[in-house]
């Protein structure tokens, strides 16, 4: 069974970075990808950044130069670099993860993802 706990949610201001941690225990896929979403209040919940098992990656425009999603598969650790942080940053961010049998790119589709985190809080001040 996969586990995912995500951590380093932190208040920063705004410019600020801060990165999430996601460990992952359970995973057995052969290929995935995994990704971290987040959702803000009265919101729905969004993909900001998608990578595969393989490497290929990908991010959500509002994000994109920003952020960067990177994986040790040494420590089964997935991570979010966020850089020049702001107040619109302000989200719960969730980690998620599916088995991927073919293909090298990864969806940002919420339905694809079968196994989530429970959240980190990030939260930006102006």
């Known amino acids: 069974q996969v586990h995912l706990v995500e951590s380093g949610g932190d208040s920063v201001q705004a410019g600020g970075s801060l990165r999430l941690s996601c460990a992952a225990s359970g995973l057995t896929y052969s290929t995935y990808c995994m990704a971290w979403f987040r959702q803000a209040p009265d919101k729905k919940r969004e993909a900001v950044a998608v990578?595969?098992?393989?490497?290929?990656?990908s991010f959500d425009d509002s994000v994109k130069g920003r952020f960067t999603i990177s994986q040790d598969n040494a420590v089964n650790t997935l991570y979010l670099q966020m850089n020049s942080l702001k107040p619109e940053d302000t989200a719960r961010y969730y980690c998620?993860?599916?088995?991927?049998?073919?293909?090298?790119?990864?969806?940002?589709?919420?339905?694809?993802?079968?196994?989530w985190g429970q959240g980190t809080q990030v939260t930006v001040s102006s």
């Open positions: 990578i595969h098992s393989g490497g290929w990656r």
């Open positions: 998620a993860t599916y088995a991927r049998a073919d293909g090298t790119t990864c969806s940002f589709a919420n339905r694809m993802y079968r196994v």
